[in-house]
């Protein structure tokens, strides 16, 4: 009989081993500078900040702009064979990965699509196509496919009546 495969050998299996990859590197650091600046604009820097300077801080910061995500910053590595990718997706969380993956998996030409999301790296896409359309093609459907619900979705919300 077979030895029965670990977790983590099928998720070597899936997503294979990234800290040799160009690029991966690069976005380590800037998702840890990320998580940096949140902790050091959330956190108070003195002991003898009061209470009333606390909530002037965090009104002030609900009253600025927040970042803008009209751009979802990923990175793309194609294995050797051309139908599987590595989509490393930036600064999302686990809810929009999950979402995302729904929707990759509807997009003709997808043969299988999983997601690998931990506190230690960017959260990582493993897609596997079947060769008929291009990674970037699926991409965009997957998101047309995304604003159509959440189209569908205000529309639905603005017909509630008070």
């Known amino acids: 009989m077979g030895k029965k495969k670990t977790e983590n050998d099928l998720d070597s299996e899936v997503f294979g081993e990234f800290d040799n990859k160009e690029g991966l590197e690069d976005l380590r650091k800037e998702e840890q500078k990320a998580n940096a600046s949140l902790i050091s604009t959330s956190s108070p820097t003195s002991d003898d900040t009061s ?3 606390l909530a002037e801080r965090l009104s002030q910061e609900l009253i600025e702009p927040q970042r803008d995500f009209k751009y979802l910053k990923i990175s793309v590595e194609q294995e050797e064979n051309g139908t599987e990718f590595y989509v490393h997706v930036i ?7 999950n979402y995302l993956i729904t929707k990759v998996l509807k997009c003709k030409g997808v043969e299988f ?26 991409l965009k459907e997957a998101l047309k496919l995304m604003r159509i619900d959440w189209k569908g979705m205000g529309n639905a919300v603005s017909q509630i009546k008070s």
């Open 113 to 138: 699509a999983a997601y690998k999301n931990t506190s230690l790296e960017p959260p990582v896409m493993y897609v596997r196509t079947d060769g008929s359309k291009e990674i970037k093609n699926i």
């Open 91 to 97: 600064h999302q969380s686990h809810g929009f990965m």
């Open 51 to 53: 209470s009333e300077d």
